[in-house]
């Protein structure tokens, strides 16, 4: 798939969060809708309503199937809305939601997956305010997409940027990465693997929260769509330094190694929904790590590399004592994983 | 389709605005999602942030063909979004943008209907300031979905509500009724008809800032999804009066009336897309008239009813002198429609 098919067909591999995610946002969207308050680079906004500072955020819920070990597409849908919210130091309030069926929907799925939807906007302390319904005919949907945006408000405690990010501060990440990806591909049976693995598909905002008190934290982002490796890339494109990743910190559980290694997955590409990659100033990196280590979602926290300086560009140190470049995502590898 | 078929399948019918969308919302969003800020009976919802009250609404766009005469899915996400929050007596400030393609989309097309979205956000002076992309296979999408939220302003000039609404007062339409629906129907070209229909997709800004100086205005609502029939029968139910229209007032253009006849729609269930119904103080009605016509997009307003003491119904008196109840919608005309 090359990046000049954008010119004519839209392709699965737009939707990867990778390399032509990018080109897509940033050669259609973002000159046609361009206003100086949309930053692409982020996944949310910050703006003002008669002075007063909120903090947007919206997302699509396309998961398939809707309901898999840990989650379905409605927690997933009020995790993901709030933990953008979250990373970009916002206190979630509020939450709409617009729900796309298709003809022929399991009625009593839809109620479960709702349920789900109104336990995680409780447990997280949001209320669903305001919302909307279509059906569409039977081939024209995937059961079911929801859209969900998130207002917050803004938290002082946090100064995050891209441009904060120096060399030398280190990049941590607060749990095992790939477990969402690696649940969901085992939940959709196609590949005649069973395995005990449960999405990470949580609220982040107890790692967020313990992160406040912490000075010298430039940056938070959760890695869903394209992983870990489509994080570092963000980080490294936008702050325009370099990053160095250790293979060996890199949490990874076994079973999610597992199934990778059978499948030709790297994990590292592969979604979380309850993880926070943060970069600290180094000298306040330990401070960080004790703050996460000490809640039960940050007990395999991890410094896991150092932002260097540029060019930008993600550098992998092997287990051997070697490096090699960890690429942008390029091909496809789960659609709808998220 | 029987109610009782909610407990099974969602079907089209539990989409087109009518009794089952109510149903499926009463039964289902609503007890599952509840919380004090959730009014169902409301297009969106007013919250704090810090003490500075915002407005919320969101929509889903699936209307197909994604373009039409007057107007495509970019241009009527913007106004549907911009219209709910001005009916609600708000001023529109920013949209949140979320995208769901299907693989294949024509790249062109996607082009040009965001085009035509930044262009109708540029013209209601509202920015787009945050979006997401979602990619799902061939066959799992209907070309492209939009989801939008809209942040308004509240505007203190209003204070609009269904429990304001009172025996006496006058109802009022800002134009014809049925463009949208028309118009869609014959750009899918499933009948062999063609005609020379264009949706009424605009903003209404202008008509709902032109009563910002009348008197005694109690309640808007733009009829889009069920058309005028279906809004008559929300404000009928949540205000627990009666209402009375007046067929011969109502005004329906020539060829909108002409297809309606060969095709057996009736165009008060037909979405419109431009159009304010509103409710006025009785005494009030005839500035509120002359406010609305003396604006192009006012020019063909018209009184078209009062609102009695209860119950709770809408009846619709006939050219021909006699009277009979107006329905609430059952079945699905017009599935994608907006």
Not at 165 to 189: Q, T
Request: hydrophobic share 45%; net charge negative; proline share 5%.
């Amino acid at each position: 798939m090359k990046s000049q098919d954008l010119t004519t067909h839209i392709s699965l591999a737009h939707g990867n969060g990778g390399r032509l995610t990018r080109e897509l946002v940033d050669e259609l969207f973002a000159p046609l809708l361009a206003n100086p308050l949309l930053d692409t680079r982020q996944d949310g906004a910050c703006v003002s309503v008669n002075g007063t500072e909120i903090v947007l955020t919206t997302d699509g819920f396309t998961v398939q199937p809707l309901e898999f070990p840990g989650g379905d597409i409605g927690s997933l849908a009020v995790h993901g809305t709030v933990n953008d919210l979250a990373v970009m130091g916002a206190t979630p309030l509020y939450v709409t939601l617009s729900v796309i069926v298709e003809e022929g929907l399991d009625a009593a799925q839809l109620r479960r997956v709702i349920t789900s939807l109104g336990r995680a906007a409780a447990a997280a302390d949001v209320s669903v305010v305001t919302g909307d319904t279509k059906v569409v005919r039977r081939g024209e949907g995937g059961g079911l997409y929801l859209s969900v945006t998130g207002v917050g408000a803004r938290n002082k405690a946090f100064d995050l940027g891209l441009t904060h990010i120096k060399p030398g501060d280190a990049v941590l990440v607060s749990g095992a990465v790939g477990d969402h990806g690696v649940a969901v591909l085992l939940a959709r049976e196609e590949f005649g693997l069973r395995g005990e693995v449960v999405s990470d598909c949580a609220s982040v905002l107890p790692l967020t929260a313990a992160l406040a008190a912490i000075p010298g934290v430039r940056f938070m982002r959760d890695p869903t769509r394209g992983g870990l490796a489509t994080v570092a890339h963000e980080i490294s494109h936008g702050s325009g330094c370099g990053m160095r990743l250790v293979y060996d910190a890199i949490p990874v559980r076994e079973p999610v190694r597992a199934v990778c290694e059978i499948l030709g997955y790297d994990p590292f590409y592969l979604a979380c929904e309850g993880r926070v990659v943060a970069v600290i100033d180094g000298e306040h990196a330990s401070s960080a790590m004790a703050a996460w280590r000490a809640l039960p979602q940050g007990r395999d926290a991890a410094i896991i590399g150092t932002v260097t300086a540029g060019p930008a560009r993600v550098v992998l140190e092997t287990s051997l004592g070697g490096e090699r470049m960890l690429e942008e995502l390029e091909d496809d590898p789960l659609p709808r994983i998220c």
